[in-house]
C-alpha cells in the first residue's frame, strides 16, 4: 500500500529565517506530487505540482520554491520566511492518470513568528 | 473550471442520513464531480467522484442530476467522525490540480 510522510508536524520560526519541508511517498513509482498551503480560517491553495523529477509547477507567485530531487521526494523551501507564509501545509500525491483522486499527508503546521 | 455552490454549514443528528448538496450549474461535458471532506487538522480525504451516474463506495452515495447542474453526496449513517469540511470539485479527469472552495461545514451531534 502507498504511504505519505511529511516532516516536521510542526515548525515554529522567525521572519526571516529559511524554511525546509520534506514530503516522501512509499509503495508508488512516478506518482503526481503537490504542495497546498492552507491559511488560518481560509480554503486550500495548490502552490506547486510536479510530473516527474526536477519538472515543477508554480500555481502562485510567492516567496517560496519547490524542489523534487527524487522520484519519490517533495522539498518546499524558502530563504526568506515571511509572517503570510504561516499555515498548514500539505503534501499529497496523485497516480498519473486519475489526477482527480489525490492522496494527502498529514501534514506541517507552521508558525512564523 | 466549473463553480460550485455549496451551504456554509450544516448539522446532522448522529445515526442520520447527511445529505450534502452542491450547485455546479457551469459544469462542462467532461468534468467530472470530487468530494472530498477534511477533519479539522488533518488532511483533506477523498470520497467519491462521478461523472453522470450514480456511484457508492463504502464511504459514500453520489447522486448527480440528470442535467448534471447538482450533486448530493449522502453519508447514510452519519457518525460523530463523519464532522468535517466537506468539498465538492468540478474537475477534468486529466487536470492536474484540484481547487477547494470554501466547503460546507458538516456538524454530527450526537
Known amino acids: 500500500s502507498q504511504t505519505i510522510h511529511q516532516w516536521p508536524a510542526t515548525l515554529v520560526q522567525p521572519v526571516g529565517s529559511p524554511l525546509s519541508l520534506e514530503c516522501t511517498v512509499e509503495?508508488?513509482?512516478?506518482?503526481?506530487l503537490y504542495w497546498y498551503r492552507q491559511a488560518a480560517g481560509r480554503g486550500l491553495q495548490l502552490l506547486f505540482y510536479s510530473v516527474g523529477i526536477g519538472q515543477i509547477s508554480s500555481e502562485v507567485p510567492q516567496n517560496l520554491s519547490a524542489s523534487r530531487p527524487q522520484d519519490r521526494q517533495f522539498i518546499l523551501s524558502s530563504k526568506k520566511l515571511l509572517l503570510s507564509d504561516s499555515g498548514f501545509y500539505l503534501c499529497?500525491?496523485?497516480?498519473?492518470?486519475?489526477?482527480?483522486?489525490?492522496?494527502f499527508g498529514p501534514g506541517t503546521r507552521l508558525t512564523v513568528l | 473550471d466549473a463553480k460550485t455552490t455549496q451551504p456554509t454549514s450544516m448539522d446532522c443528528a448522529e445515526g442520520r442520513a447527511a445529505n450534502l448538496p452542491c450547485n455546479h450549474s457551469t459544469i462542462s461535458g467532461n468534468e467530472y464531480v470530487y468530494w472530498y471532506r477534511q477533519i479539522h487538522s488533518q488532511g483533506p480525504q477523498y470520497i467519491i467522484h462521478g461523472l453522470k451516474n450514480n456511484e457508492t463506495n463504502e464511504m459514500a452515495s453520489l447522486i448527480i442530476t440528470e442535467d448534471r447542474k447538482s450533486s448530493t453526496l449522502i453519508l447514510p449513517h452519519a457518525t460523530l467522525r463523519d464532522t468535517a469540511v466537506y468539498y465538492c470539485i468540478p474537475i477534468y479527469q486529466g487536470a492536474q490540480k484540484l481547487v477547494f472552495g470554501q466547503g460546507t461545514r458538516l456538524t454530527i451531534n450526537p
Open positions: 499529497a500525491w496523485s497516480w498519473v492518470l486519475l489526477q482527480g483522486e489525490q492522496f
Open positions: 509503495g508508488t513509482s512516478n506518482p503526481n
